[in-house]
């Protein structure tokens, strides 16, 4: 018997008719290819159209085979067909065509006559095959990928599936990497290593649940449903148990969780983690390296961060993290950012040192190592700045509460050794240097205000509200009355410091009289104070083409509003007093249309802040075009703090204040054209959380005389009389107001009464109610604007030829230059890639805010941890520096990498 085929048949085949071009083009037409293909070498050819692709069309397919017998083997008995094609026609060509699945070999009646002919291999595998247009390297990748489709052929009855697929694929992919990918689009994620499908999957699931306490494990995503519907969950298990070598008797996501976190705590722990954890470690340095790199970027994600911080919540009460921490030295914590239980450990230790600390003969020493332990936490995870979620925000509240802390306890440090023994001396000392006493107790305050409901600094807040009332203010304030009451009020002057009320004469008139095209802004903000300007003053310079210096004049006595916003207007003659009233040159100045008609003589204008929000760049020119002097009046601080209801906001109005006279400026220079701007206040404010006592009051009784005016720091009147227990002076001499008038203010912090509010007063002699702050700002031009320009801290890496060849390596890091005026710090977001861009480590993040000069105490010793993955030692890989908020490139340093191998063991 022939089983071959004559050549007269081969060729009547090969050259038979074709439907490729006809309305059954396409597909159809290839099937018909196919098989003249392997008619022209075999006589018999079986097809097994199990899913009746072209069961309907094969009638009109054997028309283009003319010379080919067709036999429906569903339809004849088993013997007969052999017989025919064996027997009684040895060398016609025979389709063997069945609906049905090849039988197994043992059931087979046709397996010898299999054995020397030929299949076509078309069907629902060959043809998803094509659509997803694969063409894997080898016949056996190709076979195993049309043996994958077929096993999973119920993925591939969805459009919109296959769609999603296509977009990933690579046409060399074979059946693992089509799997993989088949799990990304399952899970909808655009990319499909095990560390982005584990971390999709697990923020499926967590957005199912409001928090922590709703998780259900078996409540699962739609995701997850469908991997297990389509048979991929073995797959997918698989991934995990070769990637962090995982491997349960019975494989649960919960399970798997808690071991991801436990391993990643226990690499970041520098000691041996609680026993009762070890259980949970996942061995190996794959695992290790795998883990660390998958919850790294799980964290670094902002779109994840919310997961993450629920499903870790979770893990750490499931596994009682909190009740395990009480024997670890937090100095061996200093890495771990899984647990918020333990950031909640580490912040409760580092308050209980820092009240410690505060009794301490050494405190300065003491705050040092805190606050590097503080900074550390700070460019942690839990203390995010990218984040707006309530537990980031709290932490870093917390953290900047403590560093404001420190700093506070080393400031009244350097007060208790205060030597001044004169005004100037005093004056000069608290401008340089006791004025952050004030600038750090309202920062600590600004902060722990955030968090007064975890509870974590109510002990340490007493501290610090005992430190700056009693330990501070209370022994300046003595001292500041000793040098600045008595017969210093009798002159009210000081060597090289300007006065209040000649602000506008020797300041701005000098400044107009130099040129007269020259045009001036003047900001005059209620109640900033001169720590407060101080912090302006830093972030005008982050301002381009602006240079600012800050300076301060002798305010006016008594210290409040009406007076002060007088002395600051330009006048020809005086200042004086109808009734309770303060006027300029005989004219009301209490409203800003009253202070306009002032302005007006001098070619000025005055207008609220409220009506500077409104005007753009045209709108601004065009307002100002024709005014010389341009006074704005900005009321945040007073408006707050000078009201019973409100003045716990002052500290809040405080930082709406720098915000909004940073932007402001900004305008003046780069919009407006402005090219010179003062800045400067009414007065300063005194301020205190805790409620004040009658210790805190003073009797305001006046034996003879008439009272004028009188509030909470200050009485105003004539003919008055008074005892050696309140400081006694002439407006005449303190605020230049012509006429009789005298004041009376009260020794100290005391208030003459309590009435609208007690804990935010002004109108006494204190420094931090007179140190009133004056802010020049400049338009800086060409070659002098370049030199101010405001940069970033230069960060550079230690060493040369980096070569990694361990999966956890450190790089050194230097700060260059030191934070300044003009030099700003920087927060970078750090981690290796290869040269396509993709992450093959952690990520860190690094803040460089150092303003030391010793160059060892601005680096940093940052590790890496890599991906267990085959590294090319052949290839460039890049340690990439970017800004933590922008993910603008800072830097790019060249690496190379050369391990041999990831231990599984």
């Known amino acids: 018997m022939d089983k071959s085929i004559s050549p007269e048949r081969k060729n009547a085949l090969v050259s038979g008719n074709s439907i490729a071009g006809s309305s059954k083009g396409g597909s159809t037409g290839k099937v018909l290819e196919d098989i003249q293909r392997r008619f022209s070498s075999h006589r018999l050819v079986f097809w097994h159209d199990t899913d009746r692709v072209y069961a309907d069309e094969l009638d009109e397919l054997m028309t283009h085979l003319p010379d080919v017998a067709l036999i429906r083997l569903d339809n004849e008995p088993m013997l007969g067909v052999k017989t025919r094609i064996e027997i009684d026609e040895p060398d ?32 629902f595998a060959a043809l998803m095959l094509e659509e997803l247009g694969l063409k894997p390297e080898s016949q056996l990748a190709l076979q195993a990928v049309r043996d994958f489709i077929e096993k999973h052929r119920s993925f591939f009855k969805n459009r919109q599936r296959i769609k999603k697929l296509k977009r990933v694929l690579d046409v060399r992919d074979d059946h693992a990497q089509l799997e993989k990918k088949m799990l990304g689009v399952l899970l909808n994620s655009d990319r499909y290593d095990i560390v982005s499908l584990l971390t999709q999957l697990y923020n499926l699931f967590s957005g199912q649940f409001e928090s922590a306490e709703d998780i259900n494990w078996e409540v699962m995503p739609q995701g997850w449903n469908d991997l297990c519907k389509f048979g991929l969950e073995n797959a997918f298990w698989a991934l995990v148990a070769q990637e962090f070598s995982y491997d349960a008797e019975v494989p649960k996501l919960a399970h798997l969780l808690c071991c991801l976190m436990v391993s990643d705590f226990n690499y970041s722990a520098l000691t041996s983690i609680p026993t009762a954890l070890e259980s949970k ?22 779109s994840w961060m919310g997961s993450y911080n629920q499903l870790s919540s979770w893990v750490e009460k499931e596994l009682n993290i909190d009740s395990l921490l009480a024997s670890l030295e937090i100095e061996h914590l200093v890495d771990a950012k899984t647990f918020a239980a333990v950031e909640r450990y580490i912040a409760s230790v580092l308050r209980d040192r820092i009240l410690q600390d505060n009794t301490l003969e050494h405190p300065r020493l003491a705050a040092g190592a805190l606050k590097n332990m503080v900074q550390q936490r700070l460019e942690g995870y839990w203390a995010s700045p990218v984040s707006n979620n309530d537990t980031h925000q709290g932490f870093r509240a917390v953290y900047k509460a403590f560093d404001a802390a420190l700093n506070l306890l080393t400031a ?9 023994d004169s005004p100037a001396d005093l004056y000069q000392a608290y401008e340089n240097q006791y004025f952050f006493c004030d600038m750090h107790y309202r920062i600590y305050r600004e902060n722990a205000d955030q968090v007064t409901h975890w509870g974590i600094l109510t002990q340490l807040t007493e501290t610090i509200e005992n430190t700056y009332v009693n330990t501070f203010m209370a022994p300046f304030a003595l001292k500041w009355d000793r040098h600045f009451g008595g017969e210093f009020l009798s002159r009210w002057t000081l060597p090289q410091i300007p006065n209040q009320f000649n602000f506008f004469k020797e300041r701005v008139a000098t400044e107009l009289a130099k040129d007269s095209k020259r045009k001036i802004f003047v900001i005059v903000s209620d109640a900033m104070r001169y720590e407060v300007a101080h912090e302006l003053n830093h972030h005008l310079a982050g301002i381009s083409r ?18 002060g916003k007088a002395a600051l207007l330009p006048r020809k003659d005086t200042i004086s007093f109808v009734d309770s009233t303060v006027k300029v040159d005989g004219a009301n100045c209490v409203s800003i249309e009253e202070r306009n008609r002032v302005l007006a003589a001098f070619d000025g204008c005055a207008l609220d802040f409220e009506e500077t929000k409104s005007l753009n760049k045209t709108m601004g020119r065009e307002r100002f075009k024709d005014s010389r002097v341009i006074y704005i009046f900005h009321d945040a601080i007073d408006a707050k703090g000078d009201k ?30 402005g090219t010179q701007v ?55 001499i303190t605020s230049g107001v012509s006429g009789p008038e005298e004041f009376v203010l009260p020794k100290g912090v005391k208030r003459f009464h309590f009435k609208g509010g007690a804990r935010f007063v002004h109108g006494g002699l204190l420094a931090q109610e007179t140190v009133v702050p004056v802010i020049e700002a400049r338009l800086k031009r060409g070659q002098s604007a370049h030199k101010q320009r405001v940069s970033d801290v ?7 030829n980096h070569r990694i060849t361990t999966p956890t390596h450190y790089f050194t890091m230097l700060q260059a230059s030191v934070v300044s005026e003009k030099v700003k710090a920087v927060s970078l977001r750090a981690e290796i890639r290869d040269s396509s861009g993709k992450a093959v480590s952690d990520q860190q993040i690094l803040t460089f805010d150092s303003a030391s000069a010793s160059m060892d105490e601005r680096k940093k010793r940052v590790r890496f941890t890599l991906k267990a993955l085959q590294f090319d030692r052949k290839a460039q890989y890049y340690l990439v520096l970017e800004k933590a908020d922008t993910r603008s490139e800072v830097m790019s340093q060249p690496v190379l990498i050369d391990i041999a191998f990831f231990d599984d063991f």
């Open 281 to 302: 470690i996942l061995k190996g340095s794959r695992a290790t390296n795998n883990t660390v790199v998958t919850l790294s970027a799980w964290r670094d994600s902002i």
């Open 412 to 420: 009244v440090e350097d007060f208790k050794n205060d030597t001044s």
């Open 678 to 732: 003062f800045i400067t206040s009414d007065h300063g404010f005194i301020y205190q959380t805790s409620k004040v006592s009658e210790l805190d009051k003073s009797p305001a009784s006046m034996s003879s005389g008439m009272l004028i005016k009188e509030n909470k720091r200050y009485l105003i009147g004539t003919g008055i009389d008074v005892d050696d227990q309140v400081h006694h002076g002439k407006l005449s």
């Open 644 to 673: 019973e209801a409100t003045e716990q906001e002052a500290f809040a109005a405080v930082r709406q204040t720098v915000e909004e006279l940073k932007t402001l400026v900004n305008k003046i220079v780069n919009s407006w054209n």
């Open 546 to 563: 602006v240079q600012s210096e800050l300076s301060s004049q002798l305010g006016v006595l008594p210290s409040y509003t009406a007076l």
């Open 92 to 123: 016609q060509p025979f389709l063997l065509f069945s609906e049905k699945a090849k039988p197994e070999p043992r059931n087979d009646w046709l397996l010898d006559v299999r054995l020397y002919s030929d299949e076509v291999a078309v069907g």
């Open 794 to 800: 230069d960060v550079v890496i230690l060493g040369d």
